[in-house]
């Protein structure tokens, strides 16, 4: 197995520095007995060079089934046709011999799990933790792979669809794409697909051979059963795993088989697939070496996103419970791990102990047949119990990467498969710490998704003045304003704040709270006279109900003079920046992190405002304060010794302005990368200032690459690439 943890630095912190070769993600282990399938595997490093993109995907399309599936069929266990371990013997091979600088791995299922992918893959190359939304740190990412001459490989495990890939797909004359997917039809047209199907017979046989080495006698039989099971690699593995770890020989097994398969193949009138009879084997292998336990821990599993499930999930007190009965038992977590051992023996899970926690991981097929198996009740109790051990496992330090994308992904099959049975009596706490955790992961637009969701649904199910509601929509209103979507934020606002005037009243502090949020989202929307009229009604409420010094007095002045300013009320802002200047210093100290903002936003005010002197004055203060209190690469030094630059500039001294620009964009260049939009801006206004200077040639040259990296990295029509294409064409004519 290949991984890589990376520990979360500060925000804003210096960056370290990468050692090469990289790699980020975790390749899946190979299996016991893995076989190369010399005769019936594609020929990867033929068809796989630099430049390169290629689908593995089965050798037999899926048959189209109307109406709701209520368990696999034989078309879907064919899906299952070794892909991934193939893919992952190709990387692992290619890492070890030195063949890549790079190497990616990424569950491809959700866009969120590609996403969270490339900003472990992009603070892996950089050294770098994202300062941004995951999408801009996905775009930056992206456009390195177009550009960089170090030999990488992006793999995409089990793409379930184009639209998790849509405007994220890598590409590179120095790069490899290797995508599996169990279906054709998710795969772009244009891409090489290349089938993969059964075994052979001599694969077959050299595969039973090997996993029976132990134990020779056990092979007699193996070509019959190799025959019977019609090659199937999921088959061969489920059944090798039972006669590797019972008494039973190939030739036992093959007569139990056989009678099985006939007999389900006469209550369904359909000849079942080989795995769709061998995976209850192996189920009833495992009730055997740890009775129900394992029963009831596979059915938990079975609720799971079975591409990387965290152990400390099976093995939380709450999955301890469930196994026991509901009875607290000691040593509940020796008994899910014995419970573990069995189900892997039995082939019916793998444990990868690499990562920490270990990764447990299960076929989607078989999830499937075992969801379908349950008995009546069972969902429901596996359900809840799974909930309470997700967020038992959830850890209090959430850093990037794993276990806290697996377990992004769990929650979301959960909430995929048991529909409203996490609502019952209001929403489970593990749905908030969900999205709490897309917040914090920056996955903007997923986080969007899910607010939305638990919203509709907690209207839906509890109604629009219950307490998960509201809190719902305030979440959903937030991840709008972060995702850059203040249109779409304000109508929440709204209802937030006509809810909770209804419920407490025009003064409760609650609902001057909600009052100044919707100011805020109403600036962010440019709807500036709507924004001035709430603020100056939110400021006055503030002043009574907390005091003209209090902390949300303060912050709803800034908020007001920051209307003020977006508005062109330079006189305004001042004053008012001013005042709670004053009172900040005063109740908070000259450094302290909001005394410094108050201080940025006056000498905004003052340059807007036309008094660059005073604005000098003021940025030069605020870049001395943060330097010493934050550090000369915090993000938010870097940001006011880029303003201090276009300060210096307005009053004429462009040596100056020059310095503090040229310090800004290396300072962000180290920071954020030569590809963050912020570093661009930069970039950019250190060409106008090489234009002030008479230094049109390296205007021109900084502006031209400025425009084409911005191009990558911002949507088309973006009003900086305007600007900057115009003051392109304005240089080519002095």
Known sequence: MISAVRPAGPAGAAPGRPSWPIRSGTVPALADGFSARLETAPGLPAALPAGAAVALVPDRAPAPVPGPVVAPDAQDWLRSSGKTQLAAAFAQSLWQSGGIDLLVWIEATSRASVLSGYAAATAAVTGRDQASSCESVAAQFLSWLGETS??????????????????????????????????????????????????????????????????????????????????????????????????????????????????????????????????????????????????????????????????TVLVAPAAGDFLAGGVVVPASSERALAALAALEQAGLLTVEPVTEPPTVRISSVLQAALRAAMREGMPDQAASSVANALLQAWPERELPGWPASGLRSCVATLRRITGDLLWDGGCHPLLMRAGDSLDRARLTKPAVDHWRDLATTSSRVLGGGHPDTMLAGQRLADA??????????????????????????PDHRDVIEARCRLGHALVAALQLPAAIAVLESAVPQFEQACGPGHASTLGARDELAAAYLAAGQYSDAITLYRRTLADRERAQGARHPQTMTTRHGLADSYLAGGRAKEAVAAYKRVVADRERVLGPDHLDTLTARNDLGAAYQK????????????????????????????????????????????????????????????????PDGDPLITELRQSLADIGEE
Request: aromatic share 6%.
């Open 651 to 714: 009053t004429g001294k462009t040596a100056a302005a020059e310095l503090a620009c040229e310090l800004a964009w290396a300072g962000l260049e180290r920071v954020l990368g030569p590809r963050h939009p912020d570093t661009l801006r930069s970039r950019a206004r250190l060409a106008q200032v090489y234009r002030r200077l008479g230094r049109y040639g390296d205007a021109r040259v900084l502006l031209r690459d400025t425009v084409g990296r911005l191009e990558r990295a911002l």
């Open 480 to 505: 709008y304003l972060a995702a850059g979507r203040a249109d779409d934020a304000i109508p929440w606002f709204q209802w937030l704040l006509d809810s909770l005037t209804r419920k407490l009243g």
């Open 150 to 311: 170090r030999s990488w490989m992006v793999v995409l495990d089990d793409l379930v669809g184009p639209a998790n890939l849509d405007g994220l797909w890598p590409a590179g004359p120095a790069g490899r794409v290797l995508v599996t997917s169990a279906d054709a039809a998710a795969v772009p047209s244009g891409m090489r697909v290349m089938p993969v199907g059964p075994f052979s017979l001599r694969e077959a046989i050299n595969y039973l051979n090997g996993r029976m080495s132990a134990d020779p006698d056990k092979r007699h039989g193996a070509i019959e059963l190799a025959q019977d099971l019609d090659f199937e690699p999921v088959a061969l593995a489920q059944a090798s795993a039972v006669i590797a770890n019972s008494p039973l020989s190939c030739r036992e097994y093959r007569a139990h088989f056989v009678r099985r398969r006939e007999q389900l193949a006469e209550s369904s009138g359909a000849r079942p697939s080989a795995a769709a009879v061998t995976w209850t084997f192996s189920f009833g292998r495992a009730d055997q070496l740890a009775g129900g336990s394992a029963q009831l821990l596979l059915a938990m599993a079975a609720l799971l996103d079975g591409h990387g499930i965290p152990q």
